[in-house]
């Protein structure tokens, strides 16, 4: 496995993190790491799913964060779900409703 950054296809500009992973069927495959920064290594474990990203060429799969080595981001307080966050009582927002003033 080997992590390295890629950049995408001709109208987007960007660098995107990406991760060379070795399936357990002896594959090897290109997988899209989302999020802000990674900790991933050579001998990293992780879990992959089917949806990679539209604008990276040969990139079909992305890495699960929150999964083995591939640690979750914790400053994220939407979409938490996406980058493996766990849920902190008391960081819910209440709707307009039912806020004291």
């Given at each position: 496995?080997?992590?390295?950054?890629?950049?995408?296809?001709?109208?987007?500009?960007?660098?995107?993190?990406?991760a060379k992973?070795?399936?357990?069927?002896?594959?090897?495959?290109?997988?899209?790491?989302?999020?802000?920064?990674?900790?991933?290594?050579?001998?990293?474990?992780?879990?992959?799913?089917g949806k990679g990203s539209r604008d990276l060429p040969?990139?079909?799969y992305s890495c699960i964060r929150g999964v083995f080595d591939c640690h979750g981001i914790f400053i994220k307080t939407k979409r938490r779900s996406i980058y493996g966050v766990p849920f902190k009582p008391g960081t819910r927002r209440l709707r307009r409703k039912f806020r004291k003033f």
């Open positions: 496995m080997r992590a390295r950054i890629v950049t995408p296809r001709k109208p987007n500009s960007a660098r995107r993190p990406v992973v070795k399936l357990v069927n002896k594959k090897r495959v290109t997988a899209h790491i989302p999020g802000i920064g990674h900790s991933l290594k050579r001998f990293s474990q992780v879990l992959i799913k040969g990139v079909r």
